[in-house]
């Protein structure tokens, strides 16, 4: 059990499930055979029917069960959604049947009619329509789309026991419903689950492999391939003594749902998701939204709960993003926002009126202190943190930023487009030292529904060197193309610098080599001198001194010594460099020309610059011991 004041879910176990129960054990009917199964599937159906219900050991075999029963077979392809529990996805591969995984409406987080079509192939056979977080899918067009293509119609209804769509209960729209009686669920028998069928013909298949394949009148004749997927008489007499009381769990619950939104819409924090018209939802567990423009950080204030006894669950993760399932990439950025933004608080019939106001409030309380923290410090900590793309990138474009309010949205949207030219997948890694010119504010504005660009705030003045370590600690590609934004190196030749590395190890850039372009003759005789010396001093054979603009191989930047990070402004490239060499990596160097429409920060002056170069070749000099 839980040391949380306030836990998350809590079974409400009554009078009756206790009899039942303690009669199941003076009687020793205490297995899979015994009235109250068959009690408890009758009721079942009276209750949540039409349909004909089948008790199992728990939410997930029954969707193992019921694709059986509608005949998947390995190779067919089976639609879910992206954002849902694993325990919708993992029977599409037992059976060895194709997942195809649909990412969840924007306002809703459930799948629609519009999406499915996308993703329909002659191979698809079945859809698994969820009903997520206790709110109905749009499942009366799924099944009319489903019936003008042949498909079959699993309805997951594991969390939404007692939502009605028109009226009517979901789980009985589709050929069969599969429920949850886990023991945070609106019904509990502690495990188990309950198929609900549209025919006898398919609850009598369900049967056959939910008794191991085994024929009813033919003992221990296995006449298909099975499962042990029953459900004990002790785990149906719980269940029963929950049925006759149902009506009251759920009211007491969809209370609880009001009394969280009276304190909720009050406040500009949560996302409004849309509940169609004619949908009634069911409170499973209390699931708000952070908005995305609070800026807040949502595992945080899970941790903050912590400390007021209050327990919590994150949403669950996009199915694409777990490694397990990871084989068909999906570039889904509505589940990315609905899996880090989202939050279930305690939801149980035992919470009284003035609890449900309590955490409420320490939600408010907690937001309302991380959000004014946040603004008092810098606006750029109102980013949201730790948003990973669903699918592994195949080039990471680190860019290190502070005050690049000037040129960092045209040099986004130029690295998109040369990465799409070059038809590679990629992640853009912003990490910025908290800029005090809004950088971060514009990437948000308008690159926020991309997932591929995420975000990293340092530690203030961290510096360059650090900043591109901590992108490298992060990057999901095997290509890392680092680009210090600071010298505004022109991000059209993205695509070229990565499709050289495919042939070098390191290929660097920079508009000061020989076929680029320089805007002052002072910097470019100083950044001749500083090649010089590099030469002399490091034996470095680069022909240009300003490199800011660099592509690796992840596999080749694992075997250098970290310790270029040490290095401050400029520097760690040379001694990057210089590491490769004795590696004996293959390095390219290619001009970079020079953008004249972005802005430029080398009017220091000639002297200043000479003196600075030979620092920083010194420094070089003396700290390269390897
Ligand atoms: C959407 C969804 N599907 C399936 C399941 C699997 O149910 P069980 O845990 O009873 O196996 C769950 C469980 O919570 C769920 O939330």
């Not at 699918?391 to 130029?414: G, H, K, R």
Request: proline share 4%.
């Amino acid at each position: 059990m839980t040391s949380f004041r306030y836990p998350v879910a809590n079974p409400q176990i009554g009078k009756n499930e206790s009899t039942y129960v303690n009669e199941c054990l003076d009687t020793h009917w205490i297995s899979s055979s015994g009235k109250y199964i068959g009690a408890f599937e009758e009721g079942f159906s009276n209750t949540f029917g039409p349909g004909v219900s089948v008790a199992v050991n728990s939410g997930t075999i029954a969707i193992d069960l019921a694709l059986e029963a509608v005949g998947i077979s390995p190779g067919d392809e089976v639609m879910v959604p992206n954002f849902t529990f694993a325990g919708s996805v993992s029977p599409i591969y037992r059976l060895q049947a194709i997942p195809v995984l649909i990412p969840p409406c924007e306002d809703t987080w459930n799948i629609d009619v519009e999406l499915l079509k996308k993703y329909l192939t002659p191979k698809t056979k079945a859809i698994i329509a969820v009903h997520l977080y206790g709110h109905p899918c749009d499942i009366k067009a799924i099944v009319k789309f489903a019936k003008e293509h042949n498909l079959a119609v699993i309805e997951d209804a594991a969390e939404s026991l007692g939502a009605k769509v028109d009226g009517r209960y979901v789980g009985t729209f589709g050929d069969v419903g599969c429920f949850s009686f886990f023991g945070n669920k609106v019904l509990t028998t502690g495990e188990g689950g309950m198929c609900l069928c549209k025919n006898q013909q398919l609850a009598d298949n369900i049967r056959l492999y939910r008794d191991h394949g085994m024929t009813s009148d033919q003992r221990y004749w296995h006449k298909v391939i099975g499962y042990n997927g029953r459900m004990t008489n002790m785990q149906a007499a719980v269940g029963l003594g929950q049925l006759e009381r149902i009506e009251s769990l759920i009211e007491r619950r969809m209370e609880i749902h009001a009394l969280y939104n009276n304190v909720f819409s009050k406040t500009e924090f949560f996302k409004k998701i849309t509940i169609p018209e004619n949908t009634q939802i069911v409170n499973w567990l209390e699931s708000p939204v952070l908005k995305d423009s609070c800026g807040l950080d949502r595992n945080k204030l899970i941790q903050d709960l912590v400390e007021d006894s209050i327990e919590t669950r994150p949403f669950f993760y996009p199915i694409s993003q777990m490694p397990a399932y990871s084989r068909f990439g999906l570039n889904d950025a509505n589940s990315d926002y609905f899996s880090s933004h989202g939050i279930n608080l305690p939801t149980y019939t035992q919470l009284s009126d003035s609890d449900v106001n309590t955490i409420a409030e320490s939600v408010c309380k907690r937001i309302e202190k991380q959000f004014n923290k946040g603004s008092k410090e810098t606006k750029a900590l109102e980013l949201p943190k730790n948003i990973a793309p669903s699918y592994t990138p195949v080039v990471s474009i680190i860019l290190p930023t502070f005050n690049e309010a000037d040129n960092i949205c045209s040099i986004i949207s130029t690295l998109r487009e040369e990465m799409v030219s070059i038809s590679k997948d990629y992640e853009i890694i912003i990490i910025d030292e908290q800029s005090i010119d809004n950088t971060v504010g514009l990437i948000r504005e308008n690159f926020k529904h991309d997932a591929n660009v995420h975000f990293h705030i340092q530690e203030k003045r961290c510096g360059l060197a650090k900043a591109i370590h901590e992108g490298i600690l992060k990057a999901k590609g095997e290509y890392i193309l680092i680009m210090d934004t600071d010298y505004n190196h022109d991000p059209h030749m993205a695509g070229k610098i990565v499709k050289f590395t495919e042939h070098f190890d390191i290929v660097s850039g920079s508009r000061f080599t020989t076929g680029g372009s320089m805007e002052k003759t002072s910097v470019w005789f100083c950044s001749l001198i500083y090649n010089l010396m590099l030469r002399m001093l490091l034996g470095l054979k680069t022909q240009d001194n300003l490199a800011g603009y660099f592509c690796i191989k992840k596999e080749k930047i694992q075997l250098l010594n970290s310790d270029f990070i040490f290095y401050g402004h400029g520097d760690y490239f040379f001694r990057l460099l210089y590491l490769a060499h004795k590696k004996n990596f293959s390095i390219l160097e290619v001009p970079i020309s020079y953008k004249t429409n972005l802005s430029t920060n080398t009017s220091k002056s000639f002297l200043w610059t000479l003196l600075c170069y030979t620092k920083r070749a010194l420094k070089l000099k003396f700290l390269s011991t390897d």
